[in-house]
């Protein structure tokens, strides 16, 4: 199987403060891996593709700098949100297909949940 | 730009009723269609894409570029069928975009 894991499942943080969020791929390379944010009720939102080595790729709409994303290793993508407000409160979820032979299959982590006090 | 819209938030079916989870796509690439399930407490995982054209769990979907749709069915439903249904659509950029889910509830 392709595992996906996050840290930390849950967060809590004060305004104002800058919380980082790891997705690891646990047995295999992910060259590309993809952050979602979910609201509730809704759908998953691309906020972003993290590519190994290179700057990732934001989507409209999605500040750069609030959101950093850094992709150091071919199993490692952080996200950092910066300054966090309340609104920023949501879950992050990110995702990775297998590098190589892309058969279009995601793998996902569970999750983490931020709330910003 | 690309978009991905599936109309129902709920849907609710009795035990080995048909099933239905409509999604409809608007892309002007190529685009590749999956739909992806949660079950409770699990996380997100691929039921089946369109370019494999295959059967899981009983599910089967067809991607009708007319219509620009790739309706989810299923003859019989079942109770573990209930979960969460996303449909997703890839990019040519093989970036993944997702509908808003729905979530289906089958009644024993």
């Known amino acids: 199987g392709a595992v996906v894991s996050q840290h930390p499942s849950r967060v809590i943080c004060k305004s104002g403060t800058s919380v980082k969020i790891e997705c690891r791929s646990l047995d295999f390379q992910a060259t590309t891996m993809f952050w979602y944010r979910q609201f509730p009720k809704k759908s998953l939102m691309l906020m972003a593709t993290?590519?190994?080595?290179?700057?990732?790729?934001?989507e409209q709409g999605v500040e750069k700098d609030k959101f950093l994303i850094n992709h150091a290793s071919l199993t490692l993508s952080t996200l950092t949100v910066t300054s966090a407000h309340p609104e920023d409160s949501s879950f992050y979820i990110c995702?990775?297909?297998?590098?190589?032979?892309?058969?279009?299959?995601?793998?996902f982590g569970e999750g983490s949940r931020l709330t910003v006090l | 730009a690309q978009r991905v819209t599936q109309p129902e938030k709920l849907l609710s079916v009795f035990k080995g009723a048909p099933v239905e989870l409509k999604c409809n796509y608007s892309?002007?690439?190529?685009?590749?269609l999956f739909w992806y399930v949660q079950y409770s407490r699990q996380r997100l995982q691929l039921l089946l894409r369109?370019?494999s054209r295959e059967s899981i769990k009983g599910f089967t979907a067809d991607l009708n570029k007319g219509e620009t749709s790739f309706h989810l069915k299923k003859p019989f439903a079942q109770e573990e069928d209930s979960a969460m249904y996303y449909c997703?659509?890839?990019?040519?950029?093989?970036?993944?975009?997702f509908g808003t889910g729905t979530s289906l509830t089958v009644i024993p």
């Open positions: 892309y002007s690439g190529s685009p590749e």
């Open positions: 997703a659509l890839m990019t040519t950029g093989n970036q993944f975009y």
């Open positions: 995702s990775a297909p297998k590098a190589g032979g892309y058969t279009g299959e995601l793998f």
């Open positions: 369109h370019i």
């Open positions: 993290s590519n190994e080595g290179s700057k990732a790729t934001y």
